[in-house]
């Protein structure tokens, strides 16, 4: 008999069998561990969740606050049209890919189509509508008629209120820095020059 052999017939416990026991008990630890992970895991993600059944929101839209009750699913582009009839963000690729949508999201052009309207809810967001009322018309607007930035004149509005928040952030913008600038917006008829023209004089007549 060996002494490996003594020592496992002996009384209590040896190395070996510590060593399987303790290699046991951390893999019994670890798997008990992940479990509560997965499932403290599956608790926040159920707390991000939102039922699908229509929210009562408030959306503050050119200054006025409005409510409405919307499912979660719905755009703000579509709350904007659909909703309140405001239809100068128009609904033309619902890709994010050509700005005819964009509004002002707290100062910032933002395409409609790629927020849900429950996501702003809280945050002041700026349409078209706003740029010319009966006491005022934007600057944006008077120099895109001045300079014929438009020809069909479905993406205008996006491209007035990318203009708008361009020119807002950045006062005497050079044209270079308004055709960087506005590169998210797409007219398909092909008034960039004029565009442009009116983007470079409204940033040159900024304080």
């Known amino acids: 008999m060996d002494r490996d052999q003594a020592t496992r017939q002996g009384p209590g416990f040896n190395r070996r069998d510590f060593l ?7 893999a019994a630890t670890a798997v008990t561990t992940a479990v509560v992970e997965q ?6 993600q159920a707390a ?19 409510k409405l009750t919307v499912e979660p699913r719905v755009t703000l582009m579509a709350a904007l049209r659909d909703d309140l009839n405001l239809t100068g963000c128009k609904d033309v690729c619902d890709r994010a890919n050509c700005g005819a949508c964009t509004v002002l999201i707290d100062g910032k052009p933002v395409y409609s189509c790629t927020r849900f309207a429950i996501e702003v809810a809280g945050q002041k967001v700026v349409t078209a509508e706003s740029l010319h009322t009966a006491e ?3 600057l944006v607007v008077e120099k895109f008629c001045e300079h014929d930035g438009m020809q069909c004149g479905f993406c205008t509005p996006g491209f007035v209120m990318a203009v708008r928040g361009f020119c807002n952030a950045h006062p005497k913008a050079t044209l270079d820095d308004c055709r960087k600038g506005l590169g998210g917006n797409i007219c398909r008829c092909g008034t960039y020059a ?10 040159q007549a900024a304080n």
Do not use: M, R
């Open 20 to 26: 399987k026991g303790s290699g046991a008990a951390v």
């Open 48 to 66: 991000k969740l939102v039922s699908a059944a229509p929210q009562a929101i408030t959306l503050n839209v050119n200054g006025q606050d409005h």
């Open 136 to 138: 005022k018309t934007d």
């Open 39 to 44: 499932q403290a895991a599956a608790q926040q």
């Open 194 to 203: 004029g565009v442009l023209q009116a983007a470079f004089d409204t940033a």
